[in-house]
């Protein structure tokens, strides 16, 4: 039996892709579109799509109109925010790559999420490179103490650091015994030249345009770097991630944040 997905933000970079994924895969079928844009709409009138799915511009009166399984959601994160928690409430489970949400947003996901007994996927990053940096990073944080992030975006990104840089040092804060950065008299530094500060943790955010999602993690110790780096140079990069999270939300019956929770 098919998926059915419906998928918010259907023209923006990356909902673009998920549109084009779920009409290549014979397992999904596209139930409808969110588009704030485009109420009442096919999507094929608003896209270059050959998909019949309904377009609504509420998620609710979309829930109330068609059916679905999974709502794959790719906008910006109060909207992401709201749509988790509605999909959640009418029994869909989310597969969400918006990043920027909040601890407690996240925290609140998660009790929704198991009080609904509904899966939800929230996922900083889809791709699997980018995840084995991560899970990588973790393991080198347990012998280097001073590490930076360097993560580097398109020019329209509208969160920084990134949502990828951001869950690297939650993984790297597990392991990682000390706080200890390198040695900096503030007298001598122009303010925000060291990049931000998270967790104690260096982290410097580039916006240019030509660049998709690129991150460097670097340690440093006496005599030696170790850097891991990954690099998004097509947005179709984060697809069988999106692929994986469909198939897999609907084992769960909580949320699971971060894609490497689930591999392996
Ligand atoms: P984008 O091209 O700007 O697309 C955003 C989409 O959201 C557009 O369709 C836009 O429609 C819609 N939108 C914006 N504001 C809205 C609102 N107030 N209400 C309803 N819809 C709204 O962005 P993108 O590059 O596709 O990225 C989307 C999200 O995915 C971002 O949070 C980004 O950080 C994240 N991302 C995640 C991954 C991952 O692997 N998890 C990878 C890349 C990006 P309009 O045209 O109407 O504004």
């Known amino acids: 039996m098919s998926i059915k997905v419906i998928i918010a933000g259907p023209r923006g970079?990356?909902?673009?892709?998920?549109?084009?994924?779920?009409?290549?895969?014979?397992?999904?079928?596209?139930?409808?579109v969110l588009d704030r844009k485009h109420d009442g709409k096919q999507l094929r009138d608003i896209m270059d799509s050959h998909e019949t799915a309904p377009v609504y511009s509420d998620l609710g009166t979309c829930l109330q109109s068609v059916e679905a399984d999974v709502l794959i959601d790719l906008t910006v994160p109060e909207v992401g925010?709201?749509?988790?928690?509605?999909?959640?409430?009418?029994?869909?489970c989310p597969v969400v790559g918006t990043t920027g949400?909040?601890?407690?947003?996240?925290?609140?996901?998660?009790?929704?999420?198991?009080?609904r007994k509904t899966g939800c996927i929230i996922a900083p990053n889809?791709?699997?490179?980018?995840?084995?940096?991560?899970?990588?990073?973790?393991?080198?944080?347990k012998y280097f103490d001073d590490v930076e992030i360097i993560e580097m975006h398109h020019d329209q990104k509208l969160d920084a650091p990134s949502g990828t840089a951001i869950k690297t040092i939650e993984m790297i804060s597990d392991v990682r015994k000390s706080k200890k950065q390198g040695h900096e008299d503030e007298k001598e530094i122009l303010p925000g030249s060291r990049g931000a500060e998270v967790d104690g943790l260096r982290v410097h955010?580039?916006?240019?345009?030509?660049?998709?999602?690129?991150?460097?993690v670097m340690f440093g110790s006496t005599g030696q770097l170790l850097?891991?780096?990954?690099?998004s140079?097509?947005?179709?990069?984060?697809?069988?991630g999106v692929k994986f999270s469909v198939e897999s939300v609907l084992k769960l019956e909580?949320?699971?944040?971060g894609l490497e929770n689930l591999l392996d």
Do not use: C, W
């Open 205 to 216: 955010s580039v916006r240019l345009p030509g660049m998709v999602a690129h991150q460097q």
């Open 81 to 92: 925010y709201t749509h988790t928690k509605m999909a959640l409430e009418y029994g869909v």
């Open 227 to 231: 850097t891991l780096k990954h690099d």
């Open 233 to 240: 140079f097509h947005r179709e990069s984060f697809m069988s």
């Open 13 to 32: 970079k990356m909902g673009r892709e998920a549109v084009k994924l779920v009409e290549k895969e014979a397992n999904f079928q596209l139930s409808a």
């Open 126 to 141: 889809f791709a699997l490179g980018a995840v084995l940096m991560m899970k990588f990073s973790k393991m080198a944080a």
């Open 101 to 115: 949400f909040s601890q407690e947003q996240l925290i609140e996901i998660k009790e929704l999420s198991e009080a």
């Open 254 to 257: 909580t949320l699971v944040y």
